[in-house]
Nanobody, 122 residues
Framework: QVQLVESGGGLVQAGGSLRLSCAAS????????VGWFRQAPGKEREFVAG????????NYPDSVKGRFTISRDIARNTVYLQMNNLKPEDTAVYYC???????????????WGQGTQVTVSS
C-alpha cells in the first residue's frame, strides 16, 4: 500500500503560479506512475499530468500544456506539479494518485491522496 499526501494549494490571482507536492510513503517499481488529477465542483476528475519514477512523462492535456510541469525528487519520494499562468478554470481540488500503467485513465489509478484546493481568482 502507498500513502500519498498532497500540499501546496491555495488562493492565487489569474496569471499567478503555485507548486503542488505529492509525498509518497514509498516508491514502487521505476515504471509506476504518479499522476495529478483535478476535480471541479460538478465535474469529473480529470488527468492533468503524470510521470514515472524513472522519469518518463505522459503527454499533458491541451488544457494545461505549456503551463503545467511535472517533476520528481526521488530522494524525497515526492512528485511536484508546477502550475504557471493559472486561469480561473484551473480552480479545482487537485489529487495525486498512483498507477502501474502508463495511462491517463482515472480507473487505472488505485491509491489517492486527500487532495489540495486550488482557487484562481479573476
Amino acid at each position: 500500500q502507498v500513502q500519498l499526501v498532497e500540499s501546496g494549494g491555495g488562493l492565487v490571482q489569474a496569471g499567478g503560479s503555485l507548486r503542488l507536492s505529492c509525498a509518497a510513503s514509498r516508491r514502487t517499481v521505476s515504471n509506476s506512475v504518479v499522476g495529478w488529477f483535478r476535480q471541479a465542483p460538478g465535474k469529473e476528475r480529470e488527468f492533468v499530468a503524470g510521470m514515472t519514477w524513472g522519469g518518463l512523462v505522459i503527454n499533458y492535456p491541451d488544457s494545461v500544456k505549456g503551463r503545467f510541469t511535472i517533476s520528481r525528487d526521488i530522494a524525497r519520494n515526492t512528485v511536484y506539479l508546477q502550475m504557471n499562468n493559472l486561469k480561473p478554470e484551473d480552480t479545482a481540488v487537485y489529487y495525486c494518485g498512483t498507477s502501474e500503467r502508463f495511462t491517463t485513465a482515472r480507473a487505472s489509478y488505485n491509491y489517492w491522496g486527500q487532495g489540495t484546493q486550488v482557487t484562481v481568482s479573476s
